[in-house]
Each structure stands twice: as C-alpha cells, then as structure tokens.
C-alpha cells in the first residue's frame, strides 16, 4: 500500500460533494455581473504582466538609452520584485478591511501612474527608482484580483476559473511581447513606447472594476455591521483582533505558502525572464524570432493553466500541480538541446504548458488554504515573498552566464541553456517535495465565511475571548441578538428554498 501521504493527494468528497452541479449546469448560472467580476480580476492581472515584462523585452534598448550591460538592467527587475511584498501588505490588509472594490481600483491606477512616469526617465538611477516604487504598485495587484475572481464563482467553477485567471499573466506576457514586436519598432519613442502602452491598459482595468459592484461577502458584512451599530474605531480595533489570532494559529501555514511560492516563482521567472535574451545571446536568434518564440511558449502557458486549472477541479490541486511539474522535468532537453527556431519554439511551448499548467492551480488553491477571512492579505503576501526570495533568479541566471560560456557564430557568448536547464531541474524538485506534504482543501465553501471584522467582533472557532473584548464595547448590539437575527434569515432562506 502507498504511503499515506501519497494516498491523500487525491482529495476526500466532501458531504457537499454529492450536491455539487454537473460543469455545464454551473456554467450556465453564472450572472453577467459574475462573470464581470471575475474579468475585472483577470484584466488586473493581465495589466501586471504587461507592466512586469516590459523591462524584460526592453532590455536592449534600455542598454542603449543607459549605457548599461544586461546584468544591471536585471536589477530593475530584481527591485521590482523586492518591493512587491510591501505592497501585498498594504493592499492586502486593506482589501480584506475595507473590501475588493476600491482598493483594486486605487491599486490600478496607481500602477498606471508609475508606468507612465517610467516611460519619461531620463537616467538608469531615475529609471530604478520608478521601478521600486512600480513594485508597491504591482505587489499589490495579484492578492485582490485572485479573490475578486474567484470568490464570486460558483464552488464547481473555481479551478477552470484558477486556471484562466493565472493565464492572464500569461497573456499579459503575449500582449507585451506583441507590442514590442509590432509597435515598437514602429514609433520614434522606441522602449517608451510599451510603458505608456502598459499604463494605458491599466487605466481601463481601473476604470472597468470601478463599473462592478462590491464582492457580495462584503456587501453582506457591511450589513451585519450596519445592523450591529459598530463604529469605524470598533472595526479597526476588531481587524487586528483577527490578525493577531491569524498569526498565532497560522504561522506554519504561513511559512508553507511562503516556501511554496518561493519554488513557484523561481520556475516561472527563471523560464521567462531572460528567455528572449537566451535565445538572442546563446542561440544566435534575431529579436524577432526570439519575440515570436515567447509568442508560441506563452500560448502553449496559457493552453496549459486553462487545462490544468479544469483537471484539478476533479483529482485535486496538489497532485494536478505534481503531474504538470513533472511535465516541465521531462522536457528541460527540448527547451535547452535545439539549436532551430522550430525545436526551441516546441520546447517553450511545452516547457510553457507545464510551468503554467501547474501556476495555474494556484490562485484556488492557495484560496482554499488561506485563512478564510484573509483570503487577499495571505495569498499575496505568500505570493510575493515568494517573488522576493526569488527576486534576483535574473540576475543568477545572468551571472551563471558570465562563467558558463559557449561558442555562438564564432563568438564566445553565455551559455544560458545550460544555465536554466540546471535551475529549472532543481527548483522542479523542490516544489514536489513541498506539494506533495503541503496541505489542501479541495473545494472549500470560503465564500460562506466571515470578514476579518466579522470575525473580530463575532468570535471564530473557539477564540472567543476576540468576541467578547470587542463586544463588550457594542452597547445595544448583543451578540446573541444578532446571532437570533441570522438564525431567522436562514429559516427564512431555507422556508424559501422548500416552497
């Protein structure tokens, strides 16, 4: 027989299981503010992207515009990647205290803002600086627009949707490398011209989530909260009540989420951030074959998170994430062995389908195992801590290259093949081992959960002394009133239901 931990990768059926709908049936349900909702998130997302990669496709002209070398143009991504965690934090908290709307939309148009500025510097110092900042703006992005997506999706959609949601990265990734490929050449600005670009496309996201009303778990609190009579200083004080006893009854969890997106992100970034220099460098690629290449991996990215995302709906998050990774194992040669635009187009779309195919079980499932009421604080912060501890792959990749070298043409180049083929196989290693003893939650009801500030003036669990430390402040407003209130709605629900 299996190891047990081997057995429990394949997820129980829950007593709610039974009931669940038929794909097609679920589908059909969704509203038209659903499915708004959950394109906002995805734009979001998209718009992080174009953003993120823009340094990436620009590297050659920002040598030319700083008299820079590859490796300290990297820095700017490494900057960028440093600072997102900060802004996760802010964001986070934010989004999980206030709500989904607002905060998303300040979060746009504050990326919007940064990315315009840094298309008008003038020197490498002004350039970085802009770029950190961008990483607070950014940082902040991928937490909300994860449980603006998916928490207003019926339970049987969630990992179809994961999947999709994740691929607007990817898709951002192709839009970016489209415009560079297209628009750039093509106007005096040059690099500039993709930043402004960026920053346009995230003004619109900004301005289509504003259109969209409130997540409904929100709008539900603030009723509860209406009907409680609780002040704003009462809420405050009710949120960190929440956050303290997250903390103290999280912390390993937390430290799994941060280790698991650490391996994460070092595959991702490690397969896509010095892609079309590898191609161009060790290769001896144009920049246009090397931008089509990322076209065709990135398609093959976003094939695979949709499938991937669809998959783990019925064998379980972790083991689709195992199957998809060992993907990416098996075809490390076709990525790094052809020397034709033919063969590493293939291995960039395969290598793409399964890195991408196992991100893109991550967004529901790092939603299931999130502390409930913390649902846009503890998978952006995890994600971008991940993103931190992995900040400088660019910068190792670009440093293996200064010391492992080839013969390109004649000439002594980076030998980047060798470089991502090694990293690549060692962080897929360790993300199975992570995966396969990390914990899940398959299908999890979150959406039925309570608000950080519901939990702080209501109690959770059995931390009850949060309750009554708040409300025994809320003069007028017992908690055994309001509990017969819900106790009542739900009679009433059910009576409803039965008719």
Known sequence: MAPRFIRNLVPKRDAKADDRRPFLVALKSVTLVQWGMFFSGWLAWTCDAIDFFSVSLSIEGLEAQ??????????????TLLFRSVGAVIFGVISDRYGRKWPLVANLILVGVLQLGAGFVNTFRQFLAVRSLFGIGMGGIWGMAASTALENLPVELRGIGSGILQQGYAVGYLLAACIQLRLVPAVPAGWRALFWTASGISFFAAFLRALFPESQIFIRAKEKEAQLGITSAQKSKAFLHSVKHMLKQHWLLCIY??????????????????????????????????TKATIIGNCGAISGGAFAGFLSQYIGRRLTIIIFVCWVAVFIPLWILPSSFSGLSAGAFWIQFGVQGAWGVIPIQLAEISPPAFRATFPGVAYQLGNMVSSASAQIEATGGEHIRTIVKGKDSPDYATVQGILIGCVAAFILVVTIFGPESHSSHFEEKETAVEEGVLGDGDEKGIARSVNSQLEGSPREEFEKSEVLEKAEVTTKETV
Do not use: C, W
């Open 66 to 79: 700083f008299h820079k070398n590859a490796k300290a143009i990297t820095t700017a991504i490494t900057l």
């Open 257 to 290: 989420a941060v280790l698991l997106m650490t391996g994460f992100n070092f595959l991702s970034h490690g397969s896509q951030d010095l892609y079309p220099t590898y191609l161009k460098e060790t290769k001896g690629f144009s920049g246009l074959l090397a």
